[in-house]
């Protein structure tokens, strides 16, 4: 019995091209600021049209690699992929599969001790006065839900400032985005703005044990302090039943915003063909009126 062969899927003439700039790019130890060669010049090595190469070169502008100008002196240049872009990136992943607040604090739980104990020798009294000074915002009880909320975002920046220190770039990205994703999804951000004083108290009082343990170079004290820490947080945010909600993760706190012009324009489409697939399912946030009725 012959077995069906599985022939591969055929790349766009954009996509090959942009794999190709970016061994170029690779090749000649190009570094951020770096100006790739002019469109004219992509057009006849490529032989490719305008259009083509654009689009490649936008592609790639969308990953973050390419940042282009206008005008004298324009062109595209090689950008260093941000934080931010880096995050929005892993959220697409993981919208069809999203985990749940366990997920990311066992997630936190392995990791977070592990990142503490490379931080042995490396925060200085600078780094240690910029995360004291987080620490600030939330040693006292809040005068408000306001102040609250703003606590709890800061306990959690206390944590992305001790990845910035962190000399391990992997393990400073896998800590990272567990964190990123409590800091930008709704549904945490809802909670945060409830009463919880435990949750302030007990986040005060290991990241001082914290601190203390790494001022002394105890390693070891200070592992099992965060793995304590991470421990007493899941179960804490578990027994509010804390979910995240089923969104783009969007960087810079923008979803902390309301919906977009952009999004209330496109939200009246829910009635297009393409919405009756079969398994579809649109549930908009608010009533819409008959798309028949759009503007045109």
């Keep these: 019995m012959n077995r069906p062969t599985h022939q591969p899927n055929r790349r766009k003439r954009t996509e090959v091209i942009g794999e190709a700039i970016k061994e170029y790019i690779a090749g000649h130890g190009l570094r951020p600021g770096d100006r ?39 062109g595209a240049f090689i950008a260093e992929v941000s934080d931010d872009r880096t995050m929005e990136l892993l959220g697409n992943y993981f919208f069809f599969r999203p985990p749940t607040i366990h997920d990311i604090y066992e997630v936190r739980k392995q990791l977070e001790p592990t990142l503490v104990a490379s931080l042995g020798g490396v925060l200085d009294d600078t780094a240690f006065a910029h995360l004291e000074a987080v620490m600030a915002f939330y040693d006292h009880p809040p005068a408000s839900l306001e102040e609250e909320r703003l606590q709890r975002i800061k306990e959690l920046e206390f944590h992305l400032l001790l990845v910035d220190y962190c000399p391990n770039p992997l393990l400073a990205l896998m800590c990272r985005f567990p964190i990123r994703l409590l800091m930008g999804l709704t549904t945490c951000q809802r909670i945060y703005q409830q009463p919880y004083p435990e949750l302030r108290r007990r986040g005060h009082d290991y990241q001082r044990q914290l601190l203390g343990a790494l001022r002394q170079g105890k390693i070891d004290e200070a592992r099992a302090v965060m793995a304590d820490h991470m421990h007493t947080a899941q179960a804490l945010m578990e027994s509010r039943e804390a979910m995240l909600d089923k969104a783009f993760f969007k960087a810079g706190m923008a979803s902390t915003d309301g919906p977009s012009r952009e999004y209330l324009a496109l939200r009246d489409l829910s009635h297009h063909p393409f919405s009756h697939r079969p398994g579809f399912s649109y549930r908009p946030g608010e009533a819409g009126h008959d798309p028949d009725t759009l503007d045109r």
């Design 36 to 74: 790739l060669p002019q469109e004219s010049h992509l057009i006849e090595a490529l032989g490719a049209s305008k259009g083509t190469i654009r689009e490649a070169l936008r592609g790639l502008e969308s990953q973050g690699l390419l940042q282009t100008r206008t005008g004298p002196g324009g």
